[in-house]
């Protein structure tokens, strides 16, 4: 069972860095999501585990082996590509036991190998087709038992959904989930679609600009993030910026920049006058009779819910959702916005503005 | 024991030096056995200067007849070019963006001049259009054609027209025709958008064009010779390469030192020639035509009625009367009757020869030239995959019958290669190998590394990679390139003779049979030629046609 362990690890291509300094522990079974947005090095990431790309520095580690000079083909590593990537003058059933053949089982092994993979999947009807005769989907779905049947404990999914329909996507998502939890696979994905994170993983790692961000468990990220670009990536999230002017045992006094107080539970790390960033998820503002004043600009059907966007009187934009069956407010209708206290972080705020620290590329 | 040797090639193939000695020892074939020969008369022409000054260079009339031959070379490529251009958009057009009855066997009727070996091609032009001094000529032969330049401008005209026909509709059928639309939704008319839109995005495809017509043009032996024998103009109207031809027959100049006026014409045509395509690439790729200026009443004028039909019958006309026709002719000569005794067995040794060369060049191409072209397309980011990637096209560009010298030059000096057939199969190697190197790269170019990259995850060696992933998924293209290596080698006439006018190749027989007066045997053995082309021509319609339908 494959623990994996990254020491250090950086590629470089000329004076660009793809990954940089990158430490990662890997358990036993895990199911962990590398997510982040496009080109911050997560694909070059799981390019360096496979082996498809020897990094410049640092080693790779399997079960305590050092595996950075094994070639592709001795690491047993399953990959499932973005673009599928089936053999495509292969039949399916061909596709499926290439990996045991390659391993130099016989031909009636690696069949039944394959049967018993393309079974897991659903896909045992589809044996004698062709990869271009089945829906995206499908193909997916044969490029996973395919990458299972070559006998790898570790799975790498390199954005194996981004090519598929909505709905699909849906369904694949928790059936691949579903899957390699039953077969005690170790797994890391690879996506910039958070929801898709969210929704899957044990954990997830937060990558920008080719480092690591933070890494924990779903609801922790969402709940409290370390970090404001986490915050601001996972999720959607109101930042307003302000000055600490008060605090006590309990709470923190934050000052947005029309003179508002708005009092902030735990975060006691911050002295007054830090110059900060308030967080709050759109879901835990409400309307009151006293807060802070705000005026509504856009409401928008969401089907389960309206969201409204204001423009607060301290020149922030602040969201918030009330439920369906409620009367919205009108379009220029003045609002008080009260925040959850337990549920506003606070972060210091970056020398580089907001805008520059949760900048996407 | 085959499978044990796959096997331990698979296993070989999985070290990383192993694979860098092999790319390394292709390599080392592809720039001692092609580039250096092919070249090798420049280094030979700076060692011995004073000798060739002395023999050549301070002759006069020597250096008149090289000089003539050679310019007539190249006004009469840049003039074909530059007619095919004209009437090639227009087909281009044709054939991408319309959609009609019989257009499949339009198709294959642009490609026929690609299946006529040009020796063939050569005599069925100068009997059609030219004044045959003493070549029989069967009826319906117009013979209104005086001028030797008209008439070789005729038949560049014809071999050069499939090529440029096809680079100009590869990239139109890359642009996606909404541009176009795009534009005359905002008011341009079908003209003014053509023009200013799709013909800007077009450049790539005239620079192929350009430099493929022009280096086939420049190149020309065969063909060009024998229509010359035809209307008794060989040993009077030169071009550089058939001056090279007419020198190794012994037409001209019978006193001077042949080798040296032969290394001279040579010398000059492989610098002129890399030089001036070098120009071309160079001009077309960065000068700007004045694509800005928009005339729209006219161009609406233009766009309607009668002017867009009249252009399509135009190019139809064409392709029909200067093109096709005037290439049959020659099947004109079953109407002439046959000389009493007819000795076959000339022919069917000609053949056989022609057969074994073609047939051990296209195998050497193969096996040398598809590790190079994955070289090649693997290592796009790699120094010296890059310089390989343009050294390959050299041998395109050279005219073959200075590569044929240079070549034979190389090797007989050094002493190395003395066997007549084996350096004939080695200058066809030469220019046959860049069209299976790049067949091949261009197809593995096309194909997603990540297939590769998903095999050698499954636990592929990289050899076995190859052969069950990679391979399959191009093997039409090897297929290709083979068949094209082939065809070529067995329709060259150039290249042949400037190693030995002894080489019995069929084109070389056929010289030899209208040398001595046997016109009717000649046209015979041409037919037999054009039909064996021809099978194979079909056998590569079929092969790249079948590649869309597997998967």
Redesign the interface.
Known sequence: MPRITLNKVTMRFGDIYAVRDIDLVIKDGEYLTILGPSGCGKTSLIKVISGLWIPTEGSVTIDGEDVTDVPIEDRHVGYVFQNIALFPHMKVAKNVSFGPRMQGRTKEESKETADKFLKLVNMLDRLDMFPGELSGGEQQKVAIARAMASGARLLLLDEPLSALDARVRMDLRYEIRRLVKELGITVIHVTHDQDEAMSVSDRIVVMRNGSIVESDSPMKLYRRPNNLFTAYFIGETNLMEGMVSDKDDRNILVKLRDGTDIKVGGNRQFNINDAVVLSVRPEYVYTAKEGLSAKVVQVIYMGSYWRVVTRAKSEDKVEYNIPKHHEPPAIGQDVELVFNRKMSIVYRRPKEGIAEAVRLE | MPMSLTKRIDDLS?R?DIRSGWFGIITLFFLAFIILPTVYVLIFGIMDFQNLSNMVLDDPEVMSLVWGAVFTSFSLALIVTIIDLIVGIPMAWIMVRKQFRGKKLLDTLIDMPLAFPTAALGFSIGIFWGLPVEAPVPPGALGIVASPYILIMLLHIIFTYPYMVRSLSAILEQIDQSYEEAGMTLGASRMTAARTITLPLFRAGLITGFILCFARSLSETGGTFIALITVGQADKFFTGPTLIAALKNDLVLGTTDVEAVLAVVSIILIITAIIFLLIIKFVLGRVGVPFDKVWPRWERVLSRGAVPKAKDVVSFVWLFAIVIIPSFFIFAYLLVPSPADMDWSGLLDALAYSFMVAGVVTLADIVLGVPLALYIARHKDKKLAQAVDSLVNIPLIVPTTALGFSLALFWTTQGLVTNLTVLVIMAHIAFTYPLVVRNVAGAVMEV?P??E??????????F?TFR??LF??VRSAVLAGAILAFTRSLGETGATVAVSPDANTVPVYIIGLMNTGDYYLAAVSAMVLIMVSFVFMFGLRYVIRREGG??
Not at chain 2, 453 to 462: F, H, N, V
């Open positions: 999985s990383r997603d990540s297939y990259e998903a095999a050698r995850t499954l636990g592929a060696k990289p076995a069950t992933v399959p998924i597997t998967y």
